[in-house]
């Protein structure tokens, strides 16, 4: 009986050691998973950078790292992030998008996209 009650309160203050995973209140962060589709993204994934220009407008930034290259629009609502790589001896294409709001904070990729095809400039 006492073996059984040692191991009763071991499994009481292990269970104690537990956490939620959740974030602590009061520790500001609101971090939210969202989910990665393609859906609403056809227009952008696979394009060239002519045709990222001719939807979004000029980028409001152009980042060249090696093969790679970055190209960011930005409007008040979001800002879109697209990686363009290339295959073989092809121009690059883009191959991954990443979008979020201006203050940081996740927005849905399909959603920016539709955003800044209406953003001021474009046409």
Same mark, same amino acid.
């Given at each position: 009986m006492t073996r059984g009650l040692g191991i009763l309160a071991t499994a009481g203050l292990l269970a104690g050691c537990a956490t939620t995973g959740a974030n602590p209140p009061g520790s500001g962060a609101s971090a939210v998973a969202v989910p990665y589709s393609s859906t609403g +993204?056809?227009? =952008?994934? *696979?394009? /060239?950078? #002519? #045709? +990222? =220009?001719?939807? @979004? *407008? %000029?980028?409001? #930034? /152009? =980042?060249?790292? *090696?093969? #790679?290259? %970055?190209?960011? @629009?930005q409007s008040r609502i979001c800002v879109l992030d697209a990686y363009l790589y290339p295959r073989g001896n092809q121009e690059p294409r883009v191959t991954y998008i990443d979008a979020r709001e201006p203050d940081g904070s996740s927005i849905d990729r399909a959603s920016c996209v539709a955003a800044l095809t209406r953003r001021e400039g474009v046409r």
């Amino acid at each position: 009986m006492t073996r059984g009650l040692g191991i009763l309160a071991t499994a009481g203050l292990l269970a104690g050691c537990a956490t939620t995973g959740a974030n602590p209140p009061g520790s500001g962060a609101s971090a939210v998973a969202v989910p990665y589709s393609s859906t609403g +993204l056809e227009r =952008v994934i *696979g394009q /060239d950078s #002519a #045709a +990222l =220009v001719k939807l @979004f *407008g %000029k980028p409001d #930034a /152009d =980042v060249q790292e *090696g093969t #790679a290259r %970055k190209l960011q @629009f930005q409007s008040r609502i979001c800002v879109l992030d697209a990686y363009l790589y290339p295959r073989g001896n092809q121009e690059p294409r883009v191959t991954y998008i990443d979008a979020r709001e201006p203050d940081g904070s996740s927005i849905d990729r399909a959603s920016c996209v539709a955003a800044l095809t209406r953003r001021e400039g474009v046409r």
